[in-house]
C-alpha cells in the first residue's frame, strides 16, 4: 500500500505537466531536424535528455493518483539519428 496518494486536483495537475513536458518533448526533437547551428542542436538534444529523466520522474509521482489511467510508454523517435545531422 502507498504511504500516500494524490488528492485528485494534485492528479490533474501532474497530468497537464506530464502532457505539457510530452508535448515540448516531441517539439524538440522536431526541430532539431530544422536547427543548422550545431551547439543549438546540442543544446536542444540535452534539453530532451533532461526531459526524458523529468518525465521519467513524474511518471512515478504519477502512480500515487487515486485513478487508473496509464501513461504511454512510447516517446517520439528523433528523426536526427547520425553525427552529420541528416533528417530522414
Not at 486536483?9 to 515540448?24: Q, R, V
Not at 524538440?28 to 543549438?40: A, E, F, N, R, T
Given at each position: 500500500?502507498?504511504?500516500?496518494?494524490l488528492?485528485?486536483?494534485?492528479?490533474?495537475d501532474l497530468?497537464?505537466a506530464i502532457?505539457?513536458?510530452?508535448?515540448?518533448v516531441?517539439?524538440?526533437?522536431?526541430?532539431q531536424?530544422l536547427?543548422?547551428?550545431?551547439?543549438?542542436?546540442?543544446l536542444m538534444?540535452k534539453d530532451?535528455q533532461?526531459?526524458m529523466l523529468?518525465?521519467?520522474?513524474?511518471?512515478q509521482?504519477?502512480?500515487?493518483?487515486p485513478?487508473e489511467a496509464?501513461?504511454p510508454?512510447?516517446r517520439p523517435?528523433?528523426?536526427?539519428?547520425?553525427k552529420?545531422?541528416n533528417?530522414h
Amino acid at each position: 500500500m502507498d504511504k500516500y496518494q494524490l488528492a485528485p486536483h494534485e492528479s490533474l495537475d501532474l497530468h497537464e505537466a506530464i502532457n505539457l513536458k510530452t508535448l515540448c518533448v516531441a517539439k524538440s526533437k522536431l526541430m532539431q531536424g530544422l536547427v543548422l547551428d550545431q551547439d543549438l542542436r546540442e543544446l536542444m538534444e540535452k534539453d530532451v535528455q533532461q526531459s526524458m529523466l523529468d518525465l521519467a520522474e513524474l511518471q512515478q509521482i504519477y502512480k500515487h493518483a487515486p485513478f487508473e489511467a496509464p501513461v504511454p510508454q512510447s516517446r517520439p523517435t528523433p528523426i536526427i539519428d547520425d553525427k552529420e545531422g541528416n533528417v530522414h
